[in-house]
């Protein structure tokens, strides 16, 4: 079983940073064994994918809408992973939630992840 909680959401100005942390309770396996991920959902929209981290944070990935802006990284010493979002814009604003899958290479379909944080609301003001 794995518990994820998501923190650092906020409400910030179009070309602000936010710091976005996921903590990891897992019993049974350790951190280091699940593939991270992020998504975000935005109000009549669907989930979509954001970033993805491979188990020893080797590899990642990212959406296009993101990529060079955000920064996804995890410190499997303290079962956290984080994503940093750079030059924010308001098409960002979305709740972002964190995913753990257990299998896969940087899986960027919700289907593959078996475990998901409640979310947090971002919101980016023009």
């Known amino acids: 079983q794995v518990q994820l909680v998501e923190s650092g959401g906020g409400l910030v100005q179009a070309g602000g940073s936010l710091r976005l942390s996921c903590a990891c309770a897992?019993?049974?396996?350790?951190?280091?064994?699940?593939?991270m991920g992020w998504f975000r959902q935005a109000p009549g929209k669907e989930r979509d994918f954001v970033a993805a981290?491979?188990?020893?944070?080797?590899?990642?990935y990212y959406a296009d809408s993101v990529k060079g802006r955000f920064t996804i990284s995890r410190d499997n010493a303290k079962n956290t992973v984080y994503v940093q979002m750079n030059s924010l814009k308001p098409e960002d604003t979305a709740v972002y939630y964190c995913?753990?899958?257990?299998?896969?290479?940087?899986?960027?379909?919700?289907?593959?992840?078996?475990?998901w944080g409640q979310g947090t609301q971002v919101t980016v003001s023009s």
């Open positions: 995913a753990a899958a257990l299998q896969g290479y940087l899986p960027t379909i919700r289907s593959a992840y078996e475990y």
């Open positions: 897992a019993s049974g396996r350790p951190f280091g064994n699940y593939a």
């Open positions: 981290i491979t188990q020893r944070g080797r590899s990642t």
